[in-house]
C-alpha cells in the first residue's frame, strides 16, 4: 500500500502553507486563470515574458495542498527560463506524475519537483498537481504571437 | 423480504433501539468490501446510494426470465414485463401518496424531471416579464434549467435567501412572491447542507399567490415519509439511485390537472395514439410523457427499492437516523477547529464540514486511504460554498446501514488527516 506521506510529503507541505511566489506582479505582460471544477481549486498565474523569457512569474487562489504546492514549486523553477524551457519542464513533470509507480524520472530536469512523483500513485490527483502548470501554458501560448511577429 | 419490528409497531423513539442495522447491512453486498486493505465505510450516500440484494436480483431476474419490450408485444414474455413496469407505477404512486398513477412518469432521473417541468410546464405558462423563485440552496439541477426557461422566454430568476444555519428563512421567502410570480421550485432537503425545508407552510403560502410549486425531492425519499398529496406540491422530482435502486430512472410526480395540460417534452414512440404526417395525436396519462422504450430493467429495480424502504419502513429509518445524525454531529464536532456548514434545525443525515486550514480535497484523499468514502467539493452547489464563503467542503452523508462505529472511523480518520496535513 502507498503511503500517504508519498503524496503529502514535507516540502509539499511546506510549500502549501507558505507558498513562494504568491502574489500578483506589479508589471505582467500575460496572464491566465485555470479552474478544476471537481474541486474548485481556482489559481491565477501572472507572467512577465520578455524576449521569450519568462523573466518573472507569480501566482493567487485557492485550492487544495497539492495544487497549491505545485504552483508555488512551479513558480520557483520556471522563473528565468524560456518559455520553450519552460514547456519542456512540464512536459517531464507530467510525465512523472501520470507515469507508472517506480518508472524512472529524469531527476536531473526536475530538481525539487521530483517530490511530487508520488501523485503517480493517486490518479485522482493529477489534475490538481498539474492545474497551475496547465494555466501557465495558457498564458505562455498568449505571448505566442506577439513573439512570433518580432 | 425484510420485516422489522419496529416498522410493523411504528414506535418512533424505539426504533434506534431495536433497528436491526448489521442486518440490513448484510443486504448490500458492497459493503462487505475492503479498500486499501480497511472496510469500506461508505459515507457518500447522498452522492448515490449503494443498492442491496433484493435490487440487484430484480434487475438480474427481470433480464434472465421477463425482457421484452414494453406496451407493444402481443406475446407472454411483453405482457409479463408491461405487467411487472405498471405495478411499479402503481407502488411508487402508494410511496409518495399520489392520488392516482397517472400522475406518476417515468424519467431519468431527478435532472430530467425538472427539465420536462420547466420546458413544458414554463414554455407552455410563462411569458416575458414572469418571475421563477428558486432558493440559495438549490442543486444546480434546480438552477440551470430554470435560467435556461428565463433566457428562452425572458422570464426572471429570484433567489431566496438563506439564513447562517441553512435554513430558508420564511419571512424572506414570502416577500420574493409578488403579481408577476408564476413558479416556485424548491429542494425539500438540501444535498449540500441537510436542511430539512418546511416546505408544506411554503407550498400553503405559494398556493395563496396562485403559484405552482416544484419540489425536488433527490435528498428527500432516501430519508423521509413522502406524502403529495399532504404536502399539495404540483410537482415532485426524485432519482432511484439516492433511494437504494438503479442509476438512470427516476420519477416525476405531477398533477393530473396540469399534467393533462402540459405539452410532451420528447416526441417518439409510446407517447402517441396516433400519427399521420399530418396530425399526431398524443396518448393519455402517464404514457404522454414517456416517449421511446423506457429504462424498463431500471424501473423494476426501483420496484425493488420501494419494497425494500417499504418492508424496514420509512419511520423507522427516519428515526435510525436522526440518532446515528445527532451521534456524528457530537462526535465530530469535538475536533477541534471543525466547522459544521448546514446547522438547520430540521436536517437530514449530511454533515457539511471545512476542517480549519486543511483543504476538503485534501481530507478526502486521507480520508479514502482509511476505507471512508466522503465527498469534497462543491456538492453541485456552488452559489452555497460562495454564500458560506468556502471554496469546498467536505460531507459525509449517511445511510440507515452506517453505524455509530462507522462514525467513529471517520472520527479517526479526520484525526489522521490532521496529523498527516498539518
Ligand atoms: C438535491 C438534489 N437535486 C437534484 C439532484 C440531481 O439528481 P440526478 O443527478 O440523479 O438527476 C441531486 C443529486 O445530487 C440532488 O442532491
Not at chain 1, 507530467?94 to 501523485?119: D, Q, T, W, Y
Not at chain 2, 407472454?76 to 405495478?87: C, N
Not at chain 2, 452555497?384 to 455509530?404: D, L, Q
Request: hydrophobic share 40%; aromatic share 8%; glycine share 8%.
Amino acid at each position: 500500500m502507498t503511503d500517504l506521506r508519498d503524496l503529502y510529503q514535507e516540502l509539499i507541505l511546506d510549500h502549501s502553507k507558505k507558498p513562494c511566489n504568491f502574489r500578483v506582479l506589479e508589471k505582467t505582460s500575460h496572464t491566465a486563470e485555470g479552474y478544476n471544477p471537481l474541486c474548485g481549486d481556482r489559481y491565477t498565474v501572472y507572467l512577465n515574458i520578455e524576449g521569450g523569457v519568462i523573466s518573472d512569474i507569480s501566482f493567487q487562489g485557492a485550492g487544495c495542498a497539492i495544487s497549491k504546492a505545485s504552483a508555488s514549486m512551479m513558480t520557483s523553477s520556471v522563473k528565468g527560463k524560456t518559455i520553450d524551457e519552460a514547456n519542456m519542464l512540464f512536459e517531464e513533470f507530467h510525465r512523472m506524475i501520470c507515469g507508472n509507480p517506480g518508472s524512472r524520472v529524469n531527476e536531473a530536469a526536475l530538481g525539487k519537483l521530483v517530490v511530487f512523483s508520488g501523485v503517480c500513485e493517486f490518479p485522482i490527483r493529477v489534475k490538481c498537481a498539474s492545474l497551475a502548470w496547465h494555466t501557465m501554458k495558457a498564458g505562455m501560448e498568449k505571448s505566442k504571437e506577439p513573439v512570433s511577429t518580432e | 423480504m425484510v420485516q422489522h419490528k419496529s416498522a410493523l409497531l411504528g414506535h418512533q423513539k424505539d426504533a434506534r433501539f431495536s433497528f436491526e442495522v448489521e442486518r440490513y447491512r448484510k443486504d448490500f453486498p458492497i459493503l462487505s468490501q475492503r479498500v486499501y486493505g480497511k472496510p469500506l465505510v461508505y459515507l457518500d450516500n447522498a452522492a448515490t446510494t449503494q443498492k442491496p440484494r433484493q435490487v440487484i436480483e430484480a434487475i438480474d431476474a427481470y433480464y434472465r426470465t421477463e425482457n421484452a419490450n414494453i406496451h407493444r408485444g402481443v406475446f407472454y414474455l411483453s405482457e409479463r414485463a408491461t405487467k411487472h413496469y405498471e405495478e411499479v407505477r402503481e407502488k411508487v404512486r402508494d410511496f409518495i401518496h399520489a392520488a392516482s398513477s397517472k400522475e406518476i412518469i417515468f424519467v431519468r432521473g431527478a435532472t430530467e424531471g425538472i427539465n420536462v417541468v420547466s420546458q413544458s410546464y414554463g414554455r407552455t405558462f410563462l411569458k416575458p416579464g414572469d418571475e421563477i423563485i428558486i432558493s440559495h440552496m438549490e442543486h444546480h439541477s434546480n438552477i440551470v434549467p430554470w435560467q435556461i426557461l428565463c433566457n428562452q422566454i425572458g422570464a426572471r430568476l429570484r433567489v431566496a435567501p438563506i439564513n447562517d444555519e441553512g435554513e430558508l428563512v420564511v419571512g424572506d421567502y414570502a416577500k420574493l412572491f409578488n403579481s408577476k410570480t408564476k413558479f416556485a421550485a424548491l429542494s425539500h432537503v438540501s444535498n449540500a447542507l441537510g436542511t430539512v425545508n418546511p416546505v408544506k407552510q411554503l407550498i400553503q403560502m405559494a398556493h395563496e399567490a396562485h403559484v405552482p410549486v416544484l419540489l425536488d425531492g433527490a435528498q428527500a425519499a432516501p430519508h423521509l415519509a413522502i406524502d403529495v398529496q399532504d404536502l399539495d406540491c404540483d410537482f415532485y422530482v426524485f432519482s432511484a439511485h439516492k433511494m437504494y435502486g438503479p442509476t438512470g430512472v427516476g420519477v416525476l410526480y405531477g398533477k393530473q390537472a396540469w399534467l393533462e395540460k402540459m405539452p410532451p417534452y420528447h416526441g417518439g414512440g409510446d407517447m402517441i395514439s396516433s400519427v399521420t404526417f399530418e396530425k399526431t395525436t398524443y396518448n393519455v396519462l402517464p404514457y404522454k410523457f414517456e416517449a421511446g422504450t423506457p429504462d424498463i430493467a431500471g424501473v423494476i429495480g426501483l420496484g425493488a427499492a420501494v419494497d425494500y424502504l417499504h418492508a424496514i419502513g420509512m419511520n423507522a429509518i427516519q428515526a435510525y437516523e436522526q440518532h446515528l445524525l445527532m451521534f456524528a454531529t457530537q462526535t465530530v464536532s469535538k475536533i477541534k477547529g471543525l466547522k459544521i456548514i448546514g446547522t438547520a434545525q430540521a436536517k437530514a443525515c449530511v454533515l457539511s464540514f471545512v476542517l480549519d486550514g486543511l483543504h476538503p480535497h485534501d481530507i478526502g484523499t486521507v480520508l479514502d486511504r482509511e476505507g471512508v468514502a466522503i465527498r469534497a467539493g462543491h456538492h453541485c452547489a456552488m452559489p452555497i460554498m460562495e454564500r458560506f464563503k468556502v471554496p469546498a467542503t467536505a460531507r459525509a452523508s449517511f445511510a440507515f446501514y452506517n453505524t455509530t462505529e462507522e462514525v467513529l472511523v471517520l472520527e479517526r480518520a479526520l484525526h489522521r488527516a490532521l496529523e498527516i496535513l498539518k
